[in-house]
């Protein structure tokens, strides 16, 4: 299947310190673990504390039809982590936040290496996903999501783990 990622947009490269060495294209980054490029994630939780979800689009181009965090994505040319979630909140839930900078770690998986920054917030909708990027969105209780971990990408797995989620 197709990918709708549009694989030359810029990313942010870096060194294991955060510290800027260039731009490749999504292609490279997710081609090369090398490459360490920026990502923020964002993690949504409502009055009830219960964590908003995704399940992302099947035409992604990294775990497709797979849950992850309620938004997240590159860091592109240009912009700073709190900017880059700010926007995919917009572009992936329809959803407009004021994120909370948590923490930022280095992640690796089999595919791509990252400097993760993890932001929060509280917000109980309404949420517009978008279909290019988005199948659904649901708020868990943190016990669902406990039994959800053969669903979720590594990578949220990863994020709500540092966060003491899971």
Not at 25 to 31: A, D, G, L, M, V
Not at 120 to 138: C, R, S
Not at 148 to 165: H, I, W, Y
Request: glycine share 6%; aromatic share 10%; proline share 5%.
């Amino acid at each position: 299947m197709k990918t709708t990622d549009n694989q030359q947009e810029m990313f942010i490269v870096v060194d294991e310190n955060d510290m800027v060495l260039g731009y490749k294209t999504r292609y490279e980054c997710h081609h090369d673990k090398t490459l360490i490029h920026r990502s923020a994630g964002l993690v949504i939780f409502n009055d009830r504390g219960e964590i908003l979800l995704q399940k992302r689009s099947l035409t992604k181009d990294t775990y497709p039809g797979f849950y992850t965090l309620s938004a997240s994505g590159h860091v592109n040319k240009g912009e700073t982590p709190a900017e880059a979630i700010t926007r995919e909140a917009i572009e992936e839930i329809g959803a407009h936040i004021q994120p909370e900078f948590k923490m930022k770690f280095l992640y690796e998986d089999p595919r791509e290496t990252e400097i993760d920054y993890l932001f929060t917030t509280q917000h109980d909708g309404p949420f517009l996903p978008n279909p290019l990027e988005v199948e659904e969105v649901a708020f868990f209780s943190l016990e669902e999501v406990k039994q959800m971990k053969d669903v979720l990408t590594p990578g949220a797995l990863f994020s709500l783990e540092k966060l003491s989620l899971l």
